[in-house]
């Protein structure tokens, strides 16, 4: 199995940018793709962005692509998220997951990530 932890979060202006680390341990990060979720208080879990397992392929949820670049460093066993022009919607917790069997044909199902990180606060002041 995979330890996630997620690092980055934090309290950033309207307009602001930050980047999220997924730093993994354990099993062989290669073998996963990878995703970014994030849950708003009292809305659901929704999709961000994943990544295949090499990197070649990636894919985000509606309305993130243009703000949001999901990227890997195999060798560093890291995930990041990269985002800019924040905005306070964008204010949520942020988790990664791990997905051994990924389908691109549906990256934002949740059920096909087995390991989950706790998350990191993301702010967006208005």
């Known amino acids: 199995q995979v330890q996630l932890v997620e690092s980055g979060g934090g309290l950033v202006q309207h307009g602001g940018s930050l980047r999220l680390s997924c730093a993994a341990s354990?099993?062989?990060?290669?073998?996963?793709?990878m995703g970014w979720f994030r849950r708003a208080p009292e809305k659901e879990r929704e999709f961000v962005a994943a990544?295949?397992?090499?990197?070649?392929?990636?894919y985000y949820g509606d309305s993130r692509k243009g703000r949001f670049t999901i990227s890997r460093d195999n060798d560093k066993n890291m995930l990041y998220l990269q985002v800019i022009s924040l905005k306070p919607d964008d204010s949520a917790v942020y988790y990664c997951?791990?997905?051994?069997?990924?389908?691109?044909?549906?990256?934002?199902?949740?059920?096909?990530?087995?390991?989950w990180g706790q998350g990191t606060q993301v702010t967006v002041s208005a």
């Open positions: 354990g099993s062989n990060f290669r073998w996963y793709a």
């Open positions: 990544i295949t397992w090499n990197g070649d392929m990636t």
């Open positions: 997951a791990a997905s051994p069997f990924f389908s691109g044909n549906s990256p934002e199902r949740a059920q096909q990530y087995e390991y």
